[in-house]
């Protein structure tokens, strides 16, 4: 999809972060733009933003743990827009665990799984078939994290088995569309390739009432990218990152050119991949990897 000009680009968790990068990428680009998402505050600015620059966009309370709630997002694209060509099923969340996994709280579980993994699936069950019956080319991406998918790293468990899961979930629908012969493309978007500057880290803000804990913030005492920051310089470390708005070029460079890894990494990383890949070949003990 070369040319996004008049296009509806339908993103969720899109008022934040990468999603609202995104959106901005297209949006430049003459795409129209469907934004849900439930986090009120950030909805009320991207509103702002968006019509600063002239988009031409909707913004609507959005909740991916509901296939209902998705399909009212899909209808309104379609409505309001005109249509639905391009489907980023972008939302997540961290629940911000930490230490052992035996004691952590079954809410940070269902809520994680909920929003990360079941996400995903409402997304593929509301959109997919949208796109399909429309007959024409269109593109459903994934946003997905290295972090599960292609690396173990040990100090968010929760996180890392719902990426896990939501990469097997990815690949298997991009061999359906092959296998189908449809024209919808599937893409993994893989933000990085350092750590990406989002509120991630501060998902607790959207944590659902049903499953608030007495903790206030993340258990780990990350609750920012500052945060972290400030924890890897206590080891000597100078953590780099990366804007969302980098992530979003990167995405729709390689949606310009039909790819499905959305994916850009460091020699580091990629030294970890081979390392990742050797171990398992080999029969070798894993060794935990680090953030890098």
């Known amino acids: 999809m070369r040319d996004f000009n008049d296009k ?7 008022a934040s972060g990468v999603g609202r990068s995104l959106a901005f990428a297209l949006g430049r680009r003459g795409a129209k733009i469907a934004v849900g998402d439930v986090d009120e505050a950030a909805m009320a600015r991207i509103v702002e933003d968006l019509a600063a620059e002239n988009i031409d966009a909707i913004v609507e309370h959005c909740d991916v743990t509901s296939v209902d709630s998705l399909g009212a997002l899909a209808d309104a694209a379609k409505i309001k827009l005109g249509g639905l060509d391009l489907v ?3 939302a997540g969340i961290g629940a911000g665990e930490t230490g052992a996994m035996w004691d952590y709280s079954e809410k940070d579980w269902q809520w994680c799984l909920n929003v990360n993994v079941w996400g995903v699936i409402n997304s593929i069950r509301a959109f997919m078939p949208r796109l399909v019956a429309s007959g024409k080319e269109a593109h459903f991406v994934v946003t997905g994290s290295g972090n599960g998918a292609y690396l173990i790293l040990p100090d968010a468990p929760i996180y890392t ?3 896990a899961a939501v990469h097997a979930i990815t690949e298997n629908l991009h061999y359906q569309c092959q296998a189908g012969g449809l024209p919808v493309k ?8 350092h750590v990406v500057d989002t509120g991630l880290f501060n998902s607790g ?32 470390i100078e953590l780099q990152t990366t ?3 980098e992530v979003a070029e990167m995405a729709v460079q ?3 050119e039909d790819a499905f890894w959305l994916l850009e990494t460091t020699a580091e990383t990629d ?10 070949l080999n029969r070798t003990t894993p060794v935990p990897a680090m953030v890098g």
Do not use: C, W
């Not at 903790?215 to 000597?236: H, L, P, R, T």
């Open 243 to 245: 804007h969302p708005d």
């Open 8 to 14: 509806v680009a339908l993103i969720t968790g899109g």
């Open 88 to 90: 980023f099923a972008n």
């Open 271 to 280: 030294a970890k991949i081979r390392a990742r890949t050797e171990m398992i």
């Open 254 to 256: 390689g949606l310009q």
């Open 161 to 163: 088995a719902s990426k």
């Open 186 to 193: 599937v893409s993994a978007l893989f933000p990085g390739p």
């Open 205 to 236: 803000r959207v944590r659902p009432e049903a499953l608030q804990k007495d903790v206030q913030g993340n258990e780990s005492g990350i609750n920012s990218v500052e945060d972290m920051k400030k924890m890897a310089a206590e080891y000597g």
